[in-house]
């Protein structure tokens, strides 16, 4: 069901939307790239259709010859999310459910991790001589 893009009120999906047509609720332009199906915002020319005109403000009437009302209708219905989509692939990596550590415990996490290690008991120090196979007969 078509939806106006500013207040969310139902509209006839066939309904004909001549240019000075106004939604019935709020009054805002319907004749408009924000109510239109082709409107992306995220496209070249904010606009699926190659060959549609600029149009400066997307939210007033206009005299694109594309037009048509977007049967998904509501704000932002016509094109998937790309920041809420982004962000829930993101949380999914980081387990948003699991407790997340407190501010000292990250920072002693952090510090054992980079902590000098315990010194090695001394071992009896070996001769050069020694450690060389082919020096030992001679």
């Known amino acids: ?14 309904m004909r939307v001549v240019r000075d047509a106004e939604c019935p609720k709020c009054g805002r332009d319907l004749h408009a790239c ?21 149009v400066t403000d997307r939210e007033r009437r206009n005299f694109c010859d594309y037009f048509t009302l977007n049967p998904a209708g509501g704000r932002g219905a016509g094109v998937p999310d790309r920041e809420k989509d982004a962000r829930s692939k993101l949380d999914s990596f980081f387990k948003p459910g699991a407790p997340k550590p407190g501010p000292a415990e990250a920072r002693s996490k952090l510090d054992s991790l980079f902590k000098p290690s315990a010194p090695a008991s001394p071992a009896a120090p070996k001769s050069p001589e020694s450690d060389d196979p082919e020096t030992d007969g001679e």
């Open 34 to 54: 924000v109510q239109c199906r082709h409107y992306d915002r995220h496209a070249h020319n904010q606009c699926r259709e190659p060959q549609a005109e600029w």
């Open 1 to 14: 069901m078509a939806a106006c893009h500013f207040c969310g009120a139902s509209l006839d999906p066939k």
